[in-house]
């Protein structure tokens, strides 16, 4: 049953084969089993999880069932749950008992699904290993020498290991795509302002966005269409007419346009990413799909445009972060300012209070048109790059990382490596157009590789169609390590 | 440009974060190594080019200035570090 579709175990829910209750007993057992080495899980909680399941077999039994109703879902720790310890892998939150919802969680609750634990991450997002957590690393469940990516690497590893059907992430510079490719599973960061940022922590707040991690692109539209939807309680909320996500999953692919940027196949790919992804384009054109060459000029800058950008809207949002209303208090302190001071610098852990000094400095008298107009102007011809691109193309494709899952420990002396293992990634989110990876092979050490799609804005249905058309014809996202 | 010990310290306390003399080193060492990569941005001119702050290019929603949440303050000072009289207790700043 863990390896089941979503659509599978829907149908099996419909059929009344299988109850939630002990679909959802099945997963809490697995977890139960599995957690101690992978650590996806920073908390389960049997009681509330069982008492959804009997919500839900009740919806199921009266008929007012939905696709995701009785399905258990992972949640990652950056989304508040009433009732539920939210600790975006933080000492800084580590006893937070959120009193309400995020939007995401409404909507999921809403569908009938099932919350079956929430996910490790790195602290605050801030990571591309999940080194960073407070509450120790994510092992992946291919190799667990191997990092399984970040910051949604919990939640990545969960799918991968089959200890959830699917599971949420968020994705502020690859947090989604890049752990997805590297445990060989899909993900997609939809359009920005499409999926709810309220009661989802704060990192960079014009990059992050939710997104779905599941085993196919077909589970991703089914969760999409659950995840998209007008919140006025964010800010940046977009009020999209609704689209059904899989309404074009069955499209054939003829005539399809697929861009391959030649900065991206230039330099940097590891021989084994890159002939994974030739091999995969040997697919798309069997599919009618033909490949043209286009160009992303300023693309190699998004990674100085990202650690610009990112932490200096984390310095603004942590700032909240100051032992007051919520979360830790230092538990000594001699005046209000050590308060706020013993408090966040015992909170915060190293990557965070670098990001925080980061943005602090570019932010700060003199620096700020030096360093953060420029990245703005910056990120304006990224994403003038991107239109442009998509004159002359339906989609653009190319690796989601450089190489396959590093290992635990190889890069966590070396920020600026980590930071460079989402330089395919960080583009998406600055332009705010969607993106996705899906597993196309196995590279060194037989760790996974993903295909990172790149759409216009709004092209979701169409780029789960590219993924799906994809998978019908391969067995790579059916692959698993257990 | 070259970052300074003296720049951290001074962006460290503007942060309300603490670095002591043993870590100020390393610290610099770090987020210099992280400007050159930043420094490369300079590259490019973009004196004719708009910033652009946001993905989305929306203005801002209003909304009628009326009560909508009920007050639930006791939910949120359950979870607060001290709180005395429905108020959050911090050190004294007023002699």
């Not at chain 1, 007993?25 to 139960?32: P, S």
């Not at chain 1, 995840?227 to 009020?239: A, E, H, K, N, W």
């Not at chain 1, 091999?279 to 060459?293: M, P, S």
Request: proline content about 5%; overall charge negative.
């Amino acid at each position: 049953m863990f390896n089941a579709s979503l659509k599978q175990l829907s149908i099996q829910l419909a059929e009344k084969k299988i109850s939630s209750t002990e679909l959802t007993t099945e997963f809490l057992q697995r977890i139960k089993q599995f957690n101690p080495e992978y650590n996806a899980f920073i908390t389960v909680n049997e009681e509330i999880s069982l008492a959804q399941a009997k919500v839900a077999d009740k919806m199921l039994a009266t008929g007012q069932a939905g696709p995701l109703t009785g399905i258990p879902i992972a949640q990652k720790d950056i989304f508040c749950a009433r009732g539920w310890l939210t600790t975006c892998g933080s000492k800084m939150l580590s006893n937070f008992v959120s009193p309400y919802d995020a939007g995401v969680i409404e909507r999921f609750n809403q569908a009938g699904a099932i919350n079956i634990g929430k996910t490790n991450m790195d602290e605050f997002a801030m990571g591309s290993s999940n080194e960073t957590s407070y509450f120790g690393m994510v092992k992946n469940p291919w190799d667990i020498a191997a990092v399984p990516g970040g910051s949604s690497g919990g939640a990545a590893c969960a799918v991968a290991a089959r200890l959830a059907p699917a599971a949420t992430g968020t994705d502020t510079g690859g947090s989604i795509r890049q752990p997805a490719a590297l445990c060989g599973i899909s993900g997609i960061k939809p359009t920005y302002g499409l999926v709810s940022r309220y009661g989802m922590i704060a990192f960079a707040s014009s990059l992050d966005q939710g997104g779905p991690m599941a085993k196919s692109a077909e589970d991703l539209a089914l969760l999409l269409n659950v995840m998209i939807g007008f919140d006025p309680r964010d800010s940046t909320s977009l009020q999209h007419d609704a689209e059904d996500c899989a309404q074009d999953l069955q499209k054939p692919l003829a005539g399809l346009r697929i861009g391959l940027p030649k900065e991206y196949f230039a330099e940097g790919m590891s021989q084994d990413v890159a002939s994974a992804i030739e091999k995969a384009l040997v697919e798309y054109r069997k599919l009618g799909a033909q490949t043209i060459e286009v160009s992303l000029p300023n693309a190699p800058l998004s990674i100085p445009v990202y650690y610009v950008l990112a932490p200096a809207e984390a310095s603004s949002n942590l700032s909240r972060f100051d032992g007051v209303r919520y979360g830790y208090r230092a538990p000594a302190y001699s005046d209000l300012a050590d308060m706020y001071r013993k408090t966040r610098t015992q909170g915060f852990g190293a990557e965070v209070k670098r990001r925080i000094l980061i943005g602090t400095y570019v932010l700060s008298h003199g620096y700020y048109d030096a360093y953060y107009i420029k990245a703005q102007k910056l990120r304006r011809l990224i994403a003038q790059d991107f239109t442009e691109a998509y004159k002359r193309c339906d989609i653009i494709m190319g690796p989601t990382t450089p190489t396959v899952a590093f290992n635990l420990g190889e890069k966590s002396g070396d920020p600026i490596q980590m930071y460079l293992s989402d330089i395919y990634t960080s583009a998406a989110n600055l332009t705010g157009m969607p993106a996705m990876s899906i597993p196309i092979g196995f590279g060194d050490k037989n760790r996974p590789i993903g295909l990172h799609i790149m759409g216009n804005y709004f092209k979701e249905a169409q780029m789960l169609n590219i993924a799906h058309q994809y998978q019908l014809v391969t067995d790579w996202h059916l692959k698993s390590p257990v | 440009m070259t970052l300074s010990v003296s720049d951290v310290k001074r962006i460290a306390d503007l942060a309300y974060i603490e670095i002591n003399d043993n870590e100020v080193k390393e610290t610099l060492n770090q987020l210099s190594g992280i400007f050159d990569l930043i420094e490369t941005m300079q590259a490019v001119d973009t004196s004719t080019v708009e910033p652009m702050s946001h993905a989305q290019s929306v203005v801002q929603r209003l909304r009628e200035d009326e009560v909508t949440e009920a007050d639930q303050h006791g939910l949120y000072q359950s979870i607060a570090p001290q709180v005395e009289a429905d108020l959050y207790l911090v050190p004294q700043v007023i002699e």
